[in-house]
């Protein structure tokens, strides 16, 4: 980088001096924004293309991102702060990356002049017009305390005995904690990814003292009457006539060792709104201490629709004439892992036969771009016309390319992985209800993942039971558009209050309704 000539500024008019220092503080500003800049394409560089273990996480990104834009906000605003009074010219207002929904509440500040009276002196003024603003405003969490008065009545001409009302019920009777509460933990934990120590810890600073393992005996609690919700929500979504499924591991604590070992939490999801389909979306999340196939046996017991999942082939078990629970299903394969297994082999090797395979795969999307919202029929129609050409156009390449290549190399082993799918691979093209791919459920299993970096593993198979239950609830009340904790803290009023088991479905995460 050239080195910056120094300026003499004594040697400068002046009437031109202010000037040209502020030019000189603008100056080394922006060569601050950019050496930072710099320094984010190196990170960013080495993400990319460094050693797989000292790869940037997503997370780390993310943070590096950040970083930077406070860092040019700084800059900016230490420029305006710089800048003389008189010749200081407004800064383009910046970008606003947020939206205030229409359901806040607002909190009205009016400021009127100090008089209204004309000064000229004909008069009071009228009012012709009024600006309004609107800034987002943030109270931190209210720790409150609740309390139940219940007057006892008696006659003082008469010993026929004592009149009170009963006290409320609670989820936890004589307990801490309002359902509210414990809606509170249930979110910060499995939707904001707070392991329940890190909660104990706030809560300390406003002096109140809950040790973790009672927040544990909370959320515990909860579990156990939600249990029943989450059941009825995976009977509703194994009616549907199409359904994704995956997994992803779950470590959890093993006493007997001292040490993790790895369980499961297999995702079972309804997204039908692709073509416009009638139920709602959601998914639960079925915890088991293995990846065996016979799990997924267990848990689509009644199944008999199409099932969209990855190739993972302890899945084989279900096309089986001798599946346990039902007829063989019919598989849908996903396209997006097809399209990653050669992308693998072209950031590694540079293959321009997975160049090529990449590139006809990219065509199959551009037609699910054009009819993304449409009904089955068009898909199914548009995909006959469309895709389904360039698919058997695929084959033949597909067949092709395994001659030529030799099935023990890396992309050898990739071409064969599309070949052992292929029927799967193509029944998104005789069902207009069927996606290219199974990505609706991976994007629902994310946030399993930042709990389990967070939170490290669960402390035994129950708690591992205890998280998919609370995060089939949280995550179906957010593909709804439910707000979580408003959910979670209305359900567990209504179970402690005794909801009738017969109508349980008002307390699916679609049903809810806030109130006023």
């Known amino acids: 980088m050239p080195s910056t000539v120094a300026i003499d500024l004594s040697a400068i008019p002046a009437d ?9 503080r603008e100056r080394d500003a922006l060569k601050e924004i950019n050496r930072r800049l710099e320094h984010l394409v190196a990170e960013l560089n080495h993400a990319v293309h460094g050693k797989r273990s000292e790869k940037l996480s997503e997370d780390e990104r993310q943070l590096a991102f950040e970083d930077l834009e406070t860092a040019i906000a700084e800059v900016e605003e230490s420029q305006d702060e710089q800048r003389p009074s008189e010749g200081r010219t407004r800064r383009p207002a910046r970008r606003n990356r947020g939206n205030l929904p229409k359901d806040l509440p607002r909190i009205e500040r009016l400021i009127e002049p100090d008089s209204l009276e004309c000064p000229c002196g004909c008069g009071v003024m009228h009012k012709i017009g009024e600006d309004r603003t609107e800034r987002l405003d943030i109270v931190p969490a209210q720790l409150r305390v609740i309390v139940t008065v219940r007057p006892k009545y008696a006659c003082r001409a008469c010993t026929d005995g004592v009149t009170q009302m009963p006290a409320p019920a609670h989820l936890i009777e004589g307990g801490l904690p309002t359902e ?3 809606a509170h933990v249930l979110v910060a934990k499995y939707a904001d990814h707070l392991p329940l120590h890190r909660q104990s810890q ?16 909370w959320v515990g609690t909860a579990a156990f009457h939600l249990a029943p919700v989450v059941d009825r929500l995976a009977k509703h979504l194994k009616v549907s006539t199409k359904l994704f499924m995956d997994e992803t591991t779950a470590p959890v604590l093993d006493p007997g060792r001292g040490k993790t070992k790895t369980g499961y939490l297999w995702a079972l999801a309804r997204d039908d709104r692709a073509w416009g389909g009638d139920d709602p979306p959601g998914v639960v999340f079925f915890y088991a201490p293995d990846r065996r196939g016979e799990n997924a046996e267990k848990i689509l017991r009644g199944f008999d629709g199409i099932l969209q999942l990855d190739g993972y082939q302890g899945y084989n078990c279900l096309t089986r004439s001798s599946r346990k629970g039902g007829d063989p299903i019919r598989v849908a394969h996903c396209w997006a892992h097809a399209r990653r297994k050669l992308k693998e082999v072209f950031d590694r090797d540079g293959s321009e036969i997975a160049a090529e395979g990449l590139r006809r795969i990219a065509e199959f999307y551009r037609v699910e771009a054009d009819i993304r919202g449409t009904a089955p029929g068009q898909r199914h129609s548009a995909r006959q016309a469309r895709t389904a050409p360039l698919v058997a156009a695929f084959g033949e390449w597909l067949q092709e390319q395994r001659r030529r290549v030799s099935a023990k190399s890396r992309l050898g082993e990739k071409l064969a992985y599309i070949h052992r799918h292929w029927d799967g691979l193509q029944t998104f093209l005789h069902d207009g209800r069927v996606e290219i791919d199974s990505n609706s459920v991976e994007n629902l299993i994310r946030p399993i993942a930042l709990n389990r970096k967070n939170a490290l593993f669960a402390g035994h198979d129950e708690g591992g039971r205890t998280w998919g239950r609370i995060a089939s609830l949280i995550e179906t009340a957010k593909i709804n558009s439910v707000e979580p904790f408003a959910y979670l803290k209305a359900t567990l009023e209504a179970i402690a209050a005794g909801h009738p088991k017969s109508r349980i479905d008002e307390l699916l995460p679609w049903n809810f309704t806030p109130s006023s």
């Open 16 to 24: 031109q001096r202010e000037a040209v220092a502020a030019l000189l």
């Open 180 to 182: 509210g509460a414990i």
């Open 202 to 217: 706030i809560l300390a600073r406003s002096g109140i003292d809950i040790h973790r393992s009672t927040l544990a005996d």
